[in-house]
């Protein structure tokens, strides 16, 4: 059976839905194949990516799906319950490589920073991703080449209050919404990449600059607009390396590059 990368988004009991969950999934997803076609291709193996489930007009294969544990809870624990969800909704039995988008974050009103994790893992031949929707909700394209700050912006779809300084920098994650935006798809691809079975790296000497599977997931920005940063995240040799004997790689017909890569020539 063909192992692909699919979507499930989890709802606690108390929260409502993000209508653009769906297609921001698929954008970033589409984005991140880009990302690994490319490394895979600058080391040597060929431009090889992984796999997005698509239904028979092409669309992603989506499922949403309610929790009956609460927002609060989840945020406690929210491996465990989004596998108990997927599990109700036999939605866990395959080797298919699942990335879950949970509705549950907290970002203080007052002070403090933003909790929002993230976690993959392998899991027979498939793998699992688990992400906090905050990080899909920050992945936008339309924000990669903005050299703004966000202090004092109100985004509607992330919370009604004005954004303080720093609240969505945690870990070094700089303050332009650029910055904010590639360390989110950064976030994404490096839990994928445990998915397809990358162990952590040792982390480089500078936060926003080095292998995916280190911290250098936190300079993706620089992958897509390296005109505007000199921060870069790349695929260490030794993990291309790993990726190459995965059957989840394969050269692929993949989609136009989005706007996201306003600067990139192809070839």
């Known amino acids: 059976m063909k192992t692909t990368v699919r979507v499930l988004y989890v709802l606690p009991s108390n929260v409502a839905p993000w209508d ?60 465990p319950n989004c596998k108990k969800a997927a599990q109700a909704h036999a939605l866990r039995n395959d080797n298919d490589i699942v990335v879950y988008f949970h509705e549950s974050y907290s970002i203080p009103i007052l002070r403090g920073k933003v909790s929002a994790g993230a976690r993959g893992c392998r899991r027979g031949h498939g793998g699992e991703a688990f992400l906090s929707s905050l990080h899909l909700k920050m992945a936008r394209r339309e924000w990669i080449a903005d050299t703004s700050g966000y202090e004092g912006k109100v985004f509607e779809w992330i919370r009604p209050e004005p954004m303080k300084a720093n609240i969505l920098s945690w870990h070094g994650r700089g303050r332009q919404l650029g910055d904010i935006s590639g360390s989110a798809y950064g976030v994404m691809a490096h839990e994928l990449g445990h998915s397809f079975g990358l162990p952590d790296e040792e982390p480089p000497g500078r936060n926003r600059r080095g292998n995916l599977m280190g911290n250098g997931f936190r300079g993706m920005r620089g992958y897509f607009r390296s005109d505007l940063t000199d921060d870069f995240c790349v695929l260490s040799e030794k993990n291309a390396a790993v990726l190459d004997q995965s059957p989840l790689f394969a050269v692929r017909d993949l989609k136009p590059r989005s706007t996201a890569f306003q600067l990139r020539v192809e070839k």
């Open 20 to 79: 653009e969950t769906k297609r921001r999934a698929n954008e970033c997803l589409e984005d991140i194949q880009w990302f690994f076609a490319d490394e895979m291709e600058r080391r040597g193996y060929g431009p090889k990516t992984f796999q997005i489930a698509t239904d028979k007009s092409g669309a992603l294969v989506f499922h949403q799906i309610n929790s009956p544990v609460s927002k609060g809870d989840f945020q406690d624990d929210p491996v």
